[in-house]
């Protein structure tokens, strides 16, 4: 079988690790990065075994599957364009800038038969893949992603950088549809929202809590679902779930007993691009689709005007 031939637009902060799993991954064949950084570029491909470009339109025609790991506002027009030259596509999220781009990409890659995967990584946290057996009808969500302080992240809302994995999780698992948003949040050292807060309510009458901050003193990634007779507790750093479920004490009673999953040390990054990498080849769908992407977004761009409209 040949190999596919994959390559990756933008070699900053994530391209290069993408470049990385790449390289690894024994059915793809990495051909190149691209960068306008040309400094960046040269340095990701020598140290990937592989040729950097400045131009990603120098691709077209050469590869099978690209990662798009640039900023967001350029995801829409290189995406595009690898769309139209026959390529898959695994763009980062946030999908796109605004509804109407995401549409678009779908909309193209469903003409053509082509696979858009977005990258919403904590999908592929072993913590989060051991809650498809674990959730049955949930009845509250609360998720805290708070986040120390990083200069690289100010130019995107908190609501796009962090909370966008919560909400996206939290939609997988509500089992209804979203029925209302209501949300709240400032901005404190940039332009953007720095720290926000979201209730999701959903047809079903399951009611979420979302919480994003990235002026913590300490990087904190803490999931709780709350269903009948059970309270589950992820903890998507150190990759751990708790369950904790009414039980007989004997004498005494009713309690509560707790019994915890912790999961090996994984590399969800090489998970979601062995993922694609293997949606490509045998071409069927990713498991977070152009769609799932543009549902997450929706409500992250809700949230977002939401606040907007309270500040004015």
Known sequence: MNKLRTAVIGVGYLGKFHAQKYAAHQDAELVGVVDTDRKAADQVARDCGTQAFYDYRDLFGKVDAVSVAVPTAHHFQISKEFLENEADVLIEKPMTNTLDEADTLIELGESRGLIIQVGHLERFNPA?????????????????????????????????????????????????????????????????????????????????????????????????????????????????????????????????????????????????????????????????????????????????????????
């Open 128 to 312: 989060v893949l051991a809650l498809n057996d674990i959730v049955k009808k949930p009845l509250f969500f609360e998720a805290q992603r708070m986040s120390s302080f990083k200069p690289r992240a100010l130019n995107v809302s908190v609501v796009l950088d962090l909370m966008i994995h919560d909400i996206d999780i939290i939609l997988n698992l509500a089992g209804s549809r979203l029925q209302n948003i209501r949300s709240t949040g400032v901005s404190v050292v940039s332009e953007h929202l720095d720290v926000a807060n979201a209730r999701l309510e959903f047809e079903n009458g399951c009611v979420a809590s979302v919480t994003a901050s990235r002026m913590a003193q300490n990087d904190m990634r803490m999931l709780r679902i709350f269903q009948k007779e059970a309270c589950i507790t992820v903890d998507f750093a150190q990759r751990r779930v708790a369950v904790t479920k009414p039980q007989d004490t004997g004498e005494n009673g009713m309690g509560l007993g707790v019994q915890e999953s912790t999961f090996e040390t994984a590399d969800a990054l090489a998970a979601e691009i062995a993922a694609f990498v293997n949606s490509s080849i045998k071409r069927e769908a990713p498991r977070v689709t152009g769609q799932v992407g543009r549902h997450a977004l929706a409500t992250a761009l809700t949230i977002m005007g939401q606040v907007r409209l309270q500040q004015k």
